[in-house]
Nanobody, 114 residues
Framework: QVELVESGGGSVQAGGSLRLACASS???????MAWYRQVPGKQRQWVAV???????NYIDDVKGRFTASRNNAKNTIYLQMDNLKPEDTGVYYC?????????WGQGTQVTVSS
């Protein structure tokens, strides 16, 4: 069983920054982990992935503004979000893919005002 706990959400004005963290109860060094976001009435949307080799990829909307990283010694992944826009508002979730199953955190709210 994998438990994921996100933190770092909050409210900022457009152009501001936030850093999200997702801590895992299990060593996931060999596994890819991802960030998603969801707004009410819409499907959860993939935002970024960071692989076991620390390669990161992003949805086009956030390229150049968001940076995903991981610290395997702390079993934690991060999402540095800069130059935030109102359309980045949503609940952000991390996901771990482990032994054939997907595990999700509880989510953290990000609100960007114009």
């Amino acid at each position: 069983q994998v438990e994921l706990v996100e933190s770092g959400g909050g409210s900022v004005q457009a152009g501001g920054s936030l850093r999200l963290a997702c801590a895992s109860s299990t060593n996931l060094d060999g596994n890819a982990m991802a960030w998603y976001r969801q707004v009410p009435g819409k499907q959860r949307q993939w935002v970024a992935v960071v692989t076991s080799t620390k390669f990161a990829n992003y949805i086009d909307d956030v390229k150049g503004r968001f940076t995903a990283s991981r610290n395997n010694a702390k079993n934690t992944i991060y999402l540095q979000m800069d130059n935030l826009k109102p359309e980045d508002t949503g609940v952000y979730y991390c996901k771990a893919m482990y032994q054939g199953r997907d595990y999700w955190g509880q989510g953290t709210q990000v609100t960007v005002s114009s």
